[in-house]
């Protein structure tokens, strides 16, 4: 399916009226790589759209994550970030430089949810979360900041 048919469809479900604000949030995150903030968003937006207001598109990202357009990408003690990638998948997060960074591992996949936590908790969604130093960050000495 079309990316944007699926955006209209998921608005026309929800009663959602599709703006061309609306659109443009969609397009921006559809063009989006690697788990963009509100902030980045709304950068991308204010060209086309200089009179809309950052809360505006803050507050159309959240509604897409509620009728699940968008996924919410956990926070790291970093702005709120979004998740474009709706296929079950996995995150790396680089402690030093805090890319997020998605990754496919079947074994992850089919991880087992223990009773205990199923009773507990009603599970909606699974997700890893590994955390360490990326590639790019390792293969920086040390305290370089001149490149
Ligand atoms: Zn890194
Ligand atoms: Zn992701």
């Known amino acids: 399916m079309d990316k944007l048919d699926f955006f209209t469809q998921k608005c026309k479900h929800h009663h ?10 969609f397009k921006a995150l559809a063009a ?3 788990h963009p903030s509100a902030d980045e968003i709304f950068q991308k937006i204010h060209a086309e ?11 159309t990202l959240l509604t897409f994550a509620e ?3 968008v996924d919410l990408a956990e926070g790291h003690g970093t702005p709120r970030r979004f998740d474009t990638n709706l296929m079950p998948h996995h995150h ?3 402690i030093k430089c805090g890319q997020l960074t998605d990754f496919h591992c079947r ?5 087992d949810i223990p009773e205990e936590i199923r009773k507990k908790f009603s599970i909606t969604s699974k997700r890893m979360v590994l955390k360490g130093i990326c590639d790019k960050c ?3 000495p040390p305290d370089s900041d001149t490149t």
């Open 16 to 25: 959602l009226k599709v703006t061309p604000q609306r659109t443009a949030v």
């Open 32 to 34: 989006a790589e690697n």
């Open 49 to 59: 759209f200089p009179h809309i207001s950052f809360d505006t598109v803050n507050r």
């Open 67 to 69: 009728i699940g357009i």
């Open 92 to 94: 790396f997060f680089c």
């Open 107 to 111: 074994e992850y996949d089919d991880l």
């Open 138 to 140: 390792r293969a920086q």
